[in-house]
């Protein structure tokens, strides 16, 4: 079946460094491919997504892109802020059918 | 603009008793989800629905129900309680074709 695999956290980095978390996946078709992110306390939220090869999907200085040759869409951000901290998904959508997530990677960011 | 509402945020209930979580969305989503997320395991799906009317069970479905009466509404129901089934559960809404999941803030369900 489908499924997706993400680095294991935690992962603990200062402010302002680089961050990549790896995210691959296994799915027939062709998938749509999410970034979700949950603060303490709090829901999942959409970070960004891409819906079909070579796509990259943006926001908050975040960055993937659906790279269809590797089945990978890691996560990036040139420069981290204390109040990035909190939980990553990475997710895929197999057309038709429900979602499937990763495990989550737990991020702290150091001042 | 609400989005996804779950109430209550907290509960604690003893072994036996039973409960119902209540999912209201204002986006006019077809499809709505319930998962619960436990340390370790990732989220996981216990029903969905693919429209008013509609449930399906997803991968963690023994121990619950579900209702989707009206459109919006998307109810969980424990009929009899298990510690087992102390977790945060999270609904979700989305509309059709590729859209993205919508999360609501959870209910922490705490069964003794």
């Known amino acids: 079946g489908d499924s997706v695999t993400q680095m294991e956290g935690p992962v603990t980095l200062s402010e302002e460094a680089f961050l990549t978390i790896n995210c691959t996946y296994t799915a027939t078709g062709y998938p749509s491919l999410f970034w979700y992110v949950q603060y303490p306390g709090e829901g999942l939220q959409l970070l960004l997504k891409a819906t079909k090869a070579d796509d990259k999907g943006s926001n908050k200085g975040f960055e993937a892109t659906y790279r269809k040759e590797t089945t990978s869409f890691h996560l990036e951000k040139g420069s981290v802020q204390v109040s990035d901290s909190a939980v990553y998904f990475c997710?895929?959508?197999?057309?038709?059918?429900?979602?499937?997530f990763g495990p989550g990677t737990r991020l702290s960011v150091l001042p | 603009n609400a989005g996804v509402t779950q109430t209550p945020k907290f509960r604690v209930l003893k072994t036996g008793q039973s409960m119902t979580l209540l999912c209201a969305q204002d986006?006019?989503?077809?499809?709505m989800y319930w998962y619960r997320q436990d340390p370790g395991m990732g989220l996981r799906l216990i029903h969905y629905s693919v429209g008013e009317g509609t449930t399906a069970k997803g991968e963690v479905p023994d121990g619950y129900n579900v209702s989707r009466l009206k459109k919006q509404n998307f109810l969980l129901g424990l009929e009899s309680a298990a510690p087992s089934q102390t977790s945060v559960y999270f609904c979700?809404?989305?509309?059709?074709?590729?859209?993205?999941?919508?999360f609501g803030n959870g209910t922490r369900l705490t069964v003794t």
């Open positions: 986006m006019n989503h077809e499809y």
């Open positions: 997710a895929l959508h197999p057309y038709g059918q429900n979602f499937v």
């Open positions: 979700a809404s989305r509309s059709t074709g590729n859209s993205p999941l919508h």
